[in-house]
């Protein structure tokens, strides 16, 4: 969400932006729900990543370009990121014993073995991690390990794999993030970073025995692939290939340029991967630019819950795009409002309505309703002339200038709940001074006040529609229509002396939002407690 917010909001500056993501498509997770369902991992990935490409088209997410890394592009792109890495020697080869089943003769990747938890006792904890305690563990530490592939005892069996000796870019790391990064890295992601490097980074392997996966392109190599963690941020470059060859563009400025500012959104458990790991790997490749910010944010609860989609404590976006048709801007907002950015939070159904109901219908929604209304009903839907403006008309236009440069400085700083709270706060100062000025009981008395009272609240309404863009697009658009402003728009029409000049026509008024019933509430609620 923050990252499709702030690529809106810099499209809407005038900058050249490339936004990409990508299903990552190799982890061991896929191997096993294949195994599971009696599928090839093929299957599962495309099912998965048609759904997941959908549902966020249908959401608004304006991709320039969702990829996937199971696309041929990007085995190629991580295959000859490896080569490279190797050829200029930055791994360093080691030969460890690891677990092996000799039944299904293939090597145990860390889920496919369970056992008892040393630290606990828990009989079921699998290879990398007990779910009971939650400690991290190797596969070798478990007690009584057995294969989860034919249910036999492991044997352990010598493998070489290649290793990336993190330690070699310790200096280089607290130097770029530690002092160079101190007053614009966000606190949450300047101190998990700070508290790895304190640690003393280890050698981490880069390849892993399995079959599903890119295949490690050196000899040696052979029934060995590169490790998810290696080949899945190599897929940001791989996007930006596959965008630029669909597109007749260039990838390389993208990437290579030291103008290019690349910016990464993640949830906190990928902090390390973007900000230590990523890095390393592009530091040792040589030819990349490096992020200039990962505002990561912490994470979001549900109904005071920890997310799992293997338990289906989640909230499914092609569920909710089906049950709430229309809604896109509604979860944005809740979502928007409520993100996570400095300490975990909760989303909730009963927050979601409230949301809706008292901020989005009675306050943004009611101030355009009446606007459009009143002025069809006055001015046949014509923008009226004002007269002689007063002290407070002359506050609300002033408001005007400064709202909008509180959200670009938000947005600057990646504070989107602020951003799109200060964007709230233009829709209140509207409905406010609608309600103080009181037009419908004027327009006998004074109509010609009134003329000025709907000039001056019908720029309000223009410019909530440009600053609304990158928080509610669906409504942006719907807004700019109704007020007869055109789609393509620029941050700097900001700064105008007016926005809607007398006589423009407006059409004829629909709502933007309505109430959302308890009852489909109580039908959410209802649908994750029976999960
Ligand atoms: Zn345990």
């Known amino acids: 969400m923050p990252a499709d917010i702030y690529a809106r909001y810099l499209r809407l500056k005038g900058k050249d932006v490339l936004f990409v993501c990508g299903s990552d498509e190799h982890g061991v997770a896929i191997s096993m729900r294949a195994r599971k369902e009696g599928k090839t991992p093929q299957q599962i990935i495309d099912h998965y990543h048609g759904l997941i490409k959908t549902s966020f088209e249908d959401?608004?997410?304006?991709?320039?370009?969702?990829?996937?890394?199971?696309?041929?592009?990007?085995?190629?792109t991580a295959s000859d990121f490896f080569k490279k890495l190797h050829q200029q020697g930055d791994f360093v080869e080691q030969t460890t014993d690891q677990l092996y089943d000799e039944e299904a003769q293939q090597f145990l990747a860390d889920r496919f073995v369970v056992g008892t938890c040393p630290?606990?006792?828990?009989?079921?904890?699998?290879?990398d991690q007990c779910e009971a305690c939650g400690s991290s563990l190797n596969a070798t530490d478990l007690i009584d390990p057995k294969s989860t592939l034919s249910g036999s005892t492991p044997t352990l069996k010598a493998t070489k794999h290649w290793f990336l000796p993190l330690e070699r870019?310790?200096?280089f790391l607290e130097e770029w993030i530690l002092k160079g990064h101190a007053d614009d890295w966000k606190p949450n992601v300047y101190g998990q970073v700070k508290s790895w490097l304190d640690d003393g980074l280890k050698p981490r392997a880069v390849t892993r025995d399995l079959d599903w996966g890119i295949p490690v392109p050196v000899a040696g190599g052979e029934n060995k692939v590169l490790y998810v963690w290696?080949?899945?941020?190599?897929g940001?470059?791989?996007?930006t290939k596959a965008w630029a060859k669909t597109n007749g563009k260039d990838w390389k400025p993208y990437w290579q340029d030291s103008d290019t500012e690349l910016v990464h959104f993640i949830g906190k458990d990928n902090i390390v991967f973007h900000c230590i790991i990523f890095p390393a790997m592009l530091k040792a490749e040589g030819s990349y630019v490096l992020p200039e910010n990962v505002p990561a944010n912490e994470f979001l609860n549900l109904e005071g819950q920890k997310l799992s989609t293997s338990k289906n404590w989640a909230v499914w976006l092609h569920e909710y795009l089906q049950e709430f048709p229309g809604k896109q801007d509604v979860l944005r907002y809740a979502l928007t409002a409520n993100a996570p950015e400095t300490k975990d939070n909760d989303f909730t159904w009963r927050d979601f309505q409230a949301r809706n109901d008292s901020e989005l219908v009675?306050?943004?929604g009611n101030f355009i309703n009446r606007i459009l209304v009143l002025?069809?009903?006055?001015?046949?839907?014509?923008?009226?002339?004002?007269?002689?403006l007063t002290q407070v008309d002359r506050e609300t236009?002033?408001?005007?200038?400064d709202l909008p440069d509180q959200v670009a400085n938000s947005l600057d700083a990646y504070r989107f709940r602020e951003a799109s709270q200060t964007m709230m706060k233009i829709a209140r100062l509207g409905n406010k001074y609608l309600a103080d000025e009181e037009p419908w009981k004027k327009i006998k008395t004074d109509p010609e006040r009134v003329q000025t009272i709907m000039h001056t609240a019908l720029q309000v309404a223009a410019v909530l529609s440009l600053v609304s863009i990158p928080f509610l697009p669906h409504t942006a658009e719907k807004l700019r229509r109704l007020l007869g402003l055109p789609q393509q728009a620029n941050w700097s029409e900001l700064s105008q002396d007016e926005w809607l000049t007398p006589g423009s026509q407006l059409q004829t008024p629909e709502l933007l939002f309505e109430r959302i019933d308890d009852t489909a509430i109580e039908a959410q609620i209802e649908k994750l407690q029976n999960a």
């Open 397 to 401: 236009l002033e408001a005007l200038r």
């Open 230 to 234: 290696f080949d899945a941020p190599i």
């Open 375 to 388: 002025t069809h009903k006055y001015y046949d839907g014509q923008v009226p002339t004002p007269n002689d």
């Open 362 to 364: 009675a306050i943004y």
């Open 119 to 127: 630290k606990c006792g828990h009989t079921e904890a699998y290879g």
């Open 169 to 171: 870019y310790q200096n």
């Open 59 to 76: 959401f608004g997410i304006s991709f320039d370009y969702y990829g996937r890394t199971s696309d041929s592009v990007h085995h190629q």
């Open 236 to 239: 940001y470059i791989s996007a």
